[in-house]
């Protein structure tokens, strides 16, 4: 194999790419959100390597993972739609009521909810659609919120990484890897249901105290029932569709975009009456956008050779011990991701097991290490994944409104509460991974 040699192309390139995401993993400290400074690098990355000569506009647009952000916009559309209608506040209020104040069975009961829905919508609009219900339903009761607010973030995160389309960075993978719907769900679906489990156990130890508290008795039909009862029955058949739709995909020789675009167009016309403007209104552009620069960053620093020059020193350890590797990946995937956002922590390791597999690298089971890695990692702080901020945020907003301190999320509490939870999946993972590792590593 050749040895690249250093460039200035790989120098500045790796620069903007430094200095971007500091910029984004800074969020907090500097107040600009995240999305400027990616649209800051993308400007930057381009003008670098037209001057250069190593990157152009063209190159950027290519760049773009489009199946990503067509399935992104599309769910969230789709989401949108739905959340007027009253039909997620009624099968939360449902299951609160049919729990009869325990507390536990309230826990187990929501988590399982907001994992399910995780496995077809990412993470945050999980918790945006469940998130303002909890705080409702413990209100309600009489009780904290705070143990059902976290397992809300820690099910969607670990649930999410079952599926393709359960988390934005499996959409990454599966889109560069061109892994299907159900090799994905094949794969992740046994050692994600397994995490699931030892979360959920882990969460009774954890909150043991709040758990065993006596709810007030309150009468849980405050929901006021389905609105728009034909919208709402529309969708879940769509919804339904869509599984069906994304089952079928690669025989069908469709993207995973192609299917939530047709649910979407049955989706308008069973809501025949429904404001097109104000719904797609109500999608994150914002985190489109972060994600088209990201691409576009990415997509500069691959072809300025740079990620590729750093996988060359990578290869040896992986051609070496290719188990032991998947594991540290997977480790390190998560520690990174416990840290900063788990989006660009893929978004770079992407190109750089692309490179190894040019080399001739099976690189199989590092794309499931990388899966499962920043998607349990997520659980580790509350910076961890985009769900776990929104959940610091409105825990922290009732904390202000009813003067109790004791309902906002700290990063002390989180770190005593989630990152055991972070530690017994990997852990699990690792076990899982470990034991069976040939199938994890057969050729896809």
């Known amino acids: 194999m050749e040895t690249l040699s250093w ?18 993993f800074t969020e907090g400290i500097h107040g600009f959100h995240r999305a400027k400074f990616a649209l800051a690098g993308a400007g930057a990355m381009v003008l670098a390597g037209q001057y250069y000569g190593y ?14 952000i067509f399935l992104l916009g599309c769910m969230m559309t789709i989401i949108a739609i739905m959340i007027p ?17 325990r507390l536990y069975l309230l826990l187990l009961m929501m988590g399982t909810l907001v994992t399910a829905l995780s496995l077809l919508l990412d993470n945050v609009t999980t918790v945006v659609i469940f998130g303002p219900l909890i705080i409702l339903i413990a209100q309600a009761l009489k009780v904290s919120p705070i143990p059902y607010l976290l397992a809300a973030a820690l099910l969607s995160d670990t649930g999410g990484v079952a599926t393709l389309v359960g988390d934005p960075p499996n959409l990454m993978i599966g889109s560069a890897a061109g892994i299907d719907f159900n090799t994905f769900l094949m794969h992740m679906a046994g050692i994600v249901f397994i995490a699931w489990v030892g979360t959920l156990i882990a969460l009774k130890f954890l909150f043991r105290k709040e758990l065993a508290v006596k709810p007030a008795v309150a009468t849980m039909n405050d ?6 009862k034909k919208t709402w029955y529309g969708a879940l058949i769509v919804l339904g569709l869509m599984v069906i739709g994304f089952i079928l995909h690669d025989k069908l020789h469709w993207d995973a975009w192609v299917v939530s675009a047709m649910g979407l167009t049955m989706l308008v016309f069973i809501g025949k009456d429904l404001d097109m403007d104000e719904h ?4 994150e552009l914002s985190l489109l956008i972060f994600f088209m620069a990201l691409f576009i960053i990415i997509g500069g620093v691959e072809h300025s050779h740079f990620l590729e020059y750093i996988g060359q ?12 590797a998947t594991l540290m990946l997977m480790w390190a995937a998560a520690i990174l991701s416990a840290m900063i956002d788990n989006i660009p922590f893929t978004a770079a390791m992407i190109p750089i097991i692309l490179g190894m597999e040019q080399q001739g690298v099976n690189v199989t089971p590092l794309w499931w290490a990388l899966s499962a890695g920043v998607g349990m990692g997520g659980n580790g702080t509350h910076l961890g994944s985009t769900a776990n901020v ?9 904390a202000r409104d009813t003067g109790n301190h004791e309902y906002a999320i700290t990063p002390g509490l989180w770190f005593r509460k989630g990152t055991p939870v972070m530690i017994l999946t990997l852990i699990i993972c690792s076990i899982v991974m470990t034991l069976f590792f040939d199938f994890f590593s057969a050729p896809l």
Do not use: C, H, R
């Open 7 to 24: 460039t200035s192309e790989m120098l500045i390139s790796g620069i903007i790419l430094a200095a971007t995401f500091i910029g984004i």
């Open 55 to 68: 990157y152009s506009p063209e190159l950027a647009i290519e760049a773009i993972d489009w199946n990503v």
């Open 280 to 283: 797609f209104a109500d999608v």
């Open 223 to 228: 929901s006021g029932g389905i609105k728009d």
């Open 313 to 324: 020193f990578i290869i040896p350890y992986v051609q070496g011990d290719l188990l032991t």
């Open 390 to 398: 929104f959940i610091v945020t409105i825990s922290e907003k009732l």
């Open 85 to 101: 209608t009253g039909g997620f506040q009624a099968m939360a209020f449902a299951i609160a009521a049919y729990s009869k104040g």
